[in-house]
């Protein structure tokens, strides 16, 4: 008998039916012989509008983080109830728990809490008495008792995190796209259905916008070697392979083209060409909690030299008042300019390592059409640029066409 973990997310929970298509798949992977665990997100849509009525409430875009987890973990746990009844109502037996009572435990920072450790003694005891185990996604508990939540996405990480502390067989994302694809498909309608992708493919990618799955819940996948498969809730179809590299993955070089929208420049012009001021800037920045991306620094001719780096627009705000005090204490000239309306497009693959010319080729293609090239940032396995954020759709396709990957 294998153990499976299937984990659905909002779309695929996001109506009354949906949820009863979820039972309906749950029980049938029963009846094949094996014992299931369903992990669901709440139902689409909940989420987004727990965030807004918690802004109208407060009249304040932070609302205090405690409560935020307290709030946003609701969502999730009205699924688990409703998808519980829904197999019990077809003749099953499933029993639903929190993150809480399923053994999910975080450390205490709200909102992106990291999960810690999984006590899986209550799950195997419903699994042996023949239950289906409906978990909660997205939420544990910390030490102190207080509810908290994973990061948007996060029933992607509670999914891959109970697939290893349960020694699952098999674990199964299931969404409402067949798979991950060479891009977007609702960008690149041309995209295609990549069948096997390496851990570390899949983390860049997921890191530079590919929002299928959350690259927390990647990252810990490659850590614990949890195999996966991304697959639709709605059909049959063979998925996405996520595993470990192999020596064939190597003989393709791009993997994969990711976007990134609302994405926002900030330059620190004039800052003094001296030890320590970069320091301080990015110090202040790390210290108010800010994800920030690409860095450049411009050559200094003046003494002076020009800082810029991306983030997301929401938090231009944020790295404003997080830096004023550094400006004032740099001098006089140093200001702050911020860009918005810029996005990121990137290319992934590893097989990079061993290709040269993957740069030129991108260049050449965006180039072509036009689009401007406003920073650029590469790592091993990936290259990226930023654009103007009218621009990226067009970019993404015009990319995808250039590696051929509507081919592959
Ligand atoms: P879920 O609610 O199941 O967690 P998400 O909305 O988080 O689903 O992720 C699925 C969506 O991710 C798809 O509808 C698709 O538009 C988007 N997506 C973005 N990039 C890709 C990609 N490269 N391959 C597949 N889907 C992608
Ligand atoms: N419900 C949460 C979100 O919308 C978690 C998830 O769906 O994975 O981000
Ligand atoms: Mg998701």
Redesign the pocket.
Known sequence: MSLIVQKY????VGTPERIQNVARRLLATQAEGHQVIGVV?AM?GVTNTLVTLATDVSGDTTPPEREMDVLLATGEQQTIALTSMAINGMGGKARSLTGAQAGITTDGVHTKARIENISPKAIHELLDSGHIVIIAGFQGIDRDGHITTLGR?G??LSAIAIAAAVKADLCQIL???D????????VVPN?QKIETIAYEEMLE?ASSG???MQNRAVEFANKFDVNFEVRSSLNDNPGTLVTQENSSMESVVIR?VSLERDQAKVTIENVPDKPGAASRVFSAIAEAQLNIDMIVQNVSKTGLADISFTLHRDDLGKARDAVAHVIESLGGETRFTPQDGIAKLSVVGIGMRSHSGVAAQMFDALASADINIQMISTSEIKISVTVDGADIERAAQIVHAAFKLHMI
């Open positions: 997310g909002g779309t695929s997100s689409s996405g029933s992607d969404t409402d796209v798979g991950v694809y060479t891009c977007d498909p609702r995209a990618l590919t929002k299928v994969g």
